[in-house]
């Protein structure tokens, strides 16, 4: 079945940078499109970014210029570089991919930006 396994999260210093990692499982890395998306307490769940499987990109505004979406199809691995965080960056963030059955998430991974 389809796996999501995201890592990386953690408490960081405003204006720091974190690394968010998801390994995927069950699924043809290639064919698909990858999503990030973040919730935060008392909010809905957003989209932060997206690759294509061309290595096409697609960031919230909010993110733009300061998060960096790829992937390493030789590791079905989907990765979120964000920098310059900032508290409002505080969240729960998700993997995300959706093929013909459904739509699929990971665990999710807390990134909490505070001094």
């Known amino acids: 079945q389809v796996q999501l396994v995201e890592s990386g999260g953690g408490l960081v210093q405003p204006g720091g940078s974190l690394r968010l990692s998801c390994a995927a499982s069950g699924i043809i890395f290639t064919n698909y499109a990858m999503g990030w998306y973040r919730q935060a307490p008392g909010k809905q769940r957003e989209l932060v970014a997206v690759?294509?499987?061309?290595?096409?990109?697609n960031y919230a505004d909010s993110v733009k210029g300061r998060f960096t979406i790829s992937r390493d199809n030789a590791k079905n691995t989907v990765y979120l570089q964000m920098n310059s965080l900032k508290p409002d960056d505080t969240a729960v963030y998700y993997c995300n991919v959706n093929n013909v059955v459904g739509s699929y998430w990971g665990q999710g991974t807390q990134v909490t930006v505070s001094s």
């Open positions: 690759i294509s499987r061309s290595g096409n990109t």
